[in-house]
């Protein structure tokens, strides 16, 4: 399985030389088609963008052609990763690890090996091709379907325990409060007037965070999907071949992590609400896998590290012409005096004490 995930030795390093500011300008329709039939795939001419900023991910039509995987729907998916941001190395282990939990029979989509590799490249990108999974949205405020997801995640991390990624990161409090506190403020992008307010807040803010970390003790950090929301569920209907249920998609941000990050985004509305959904999400999840409840305590405390780091992603980003098109409201005196608010929010939340499921 693991043999599968290598470089292409003809063009490895290629990324690591890229410093172009706008490279995903040079990813025209026909490098990306060009880029897959090199690997033997035969494609129709049609392409369609998905909805993905950080990475460039398309809908291309191939035909069937013999030696080549199938593809029932008559699509794969290419996922052409941002230059830079990862490694091959690291690449590798998050194609390995979605590798490892589709031979466990786990519903993640993994990536396809072409020529005996998944990990490709083509004129100085390095890319992926996937099976296309439809589906819809999970219904989050469905029972059956927490504890269903619940199980899953069991799963993936009863996987994810058995051993540590070497090369992707951690999730710690430096590198996703303290840094991107540091970013921003250097950044200059907060007006003046709110500037005070705002960095009061993420200070009261992180030193909630590390209150919260304290609570919680020395807690296992473990491989987890890292981003693991709604938008990254797909759940598949019923068919007259195969039960439906959820797929795991885009193992982009993997990463070494409490097993609890995999769950606090899954959990939305007031406390008590919050509460009873990871009771039913943690129902299922001790089928397959124990739960620390000490991690209950960094719920409030990953949410704010979350915050930040979101803002210093979307600050990092604003040069690449996607984002202020995606993200209009971004940089806006508005858009700074509502994360005041929302850490404010945040440092109050932290305050109140671990999550009861119940």
Aim: charge should be negative; glycine fraction near 8%; charged fraction near 25%.
């Amino acid at each position: 399985m693991e043999g599968t995930v290598r470089a292409d030795s003809s063009t490895a390093g290629l990324q690591s030389r890229m410093t172009d500011p706008h490279p995903y300008a040079r990813l025209t329709p026909d490098v990306v088609l060009n880029a897959l039939e090199a690997y033997g795939l035969r494609c129709d001419g049609r392409l369609h963008s998905l909805n993905s900023y950080e990475n460039r991910v398309y809908q291309v039509g191939v035909e069937e052609m013999p030696g080549m995987p199938p593809s029932p729907s008559g699509f794969v998916v290419a996922k052409f990763y941002r230059p830079l941001r990862w490694s091959d190395a690291q690449i590798a282990e998050e194609q390995a690890f979605a590798l490892e939990l589709d031979a466990a029979e786990i519903p993640v989509v993994a990536p396809t090996a072409l020529g005996g590799k998944t990990l490709l490249h083509a004129e100085g990108f390095t890319f992926a091709v996937y099976p296309r999974r439809g589906g819809r949205a999970p219904e989050l405020d469905d029972e059956a379907t927490l504890v269903w997801l619940g199980r899953f995640l069991g799963r993936i991390h009863a996987v994810g325990a058995t051993r540590a990624f070497e090369h992707r990161p951690r999730l710690d409090i430096e590198s996703f409060g303290d840094e991107p506190r540091r970013f921003l403020l250097e950044a200059g992008l907060i007006p003046e007037d709110i500037l005070p307010a705002w960095r009061q807040a993420a200070d009261l803010a992180l030193e909630g965070v590390r209150a919260a970390f304290a609570r919680a003790g020395n807690v296992t950090q473990i491989r987890t999907h890292g981003d693991c929301h709604a938008g990254n569920v797909l759940w598949a209907p019923d068919t007259g071949n195969q039960k439906g249920g959820p797929h795991f998609v885009d193992l982009d941000d993997a990463r070494m992590a409490p097993a609890v990050q995999d769950f606090w985004m899954l959990v939305s509305g007031d406390r008590s609400s919050m509460g009873r959904q990871m009771r039913r999400i943690l129902e299922g999840y001790e089928d397959f896998m124990d739960f620390d409840d000490r991690e209950l305590h960094l719920v409030e405390a990953l949410r704010t590290l979350r915050l930040l780091h979101y803002s210093a992603w979307l600050a990092r980003r604003w040069d690449d012409p996607a984002f202020p098109i995606a993200f209009p409201w971004f940089n806006t005196a508005r858009y700074w005096q509502d994360r005041v608010l929302e850490l404010r929010e945040q440092i109050a939340a932290m305050q109140e004490g671990p999550l009861v499921p119940a």
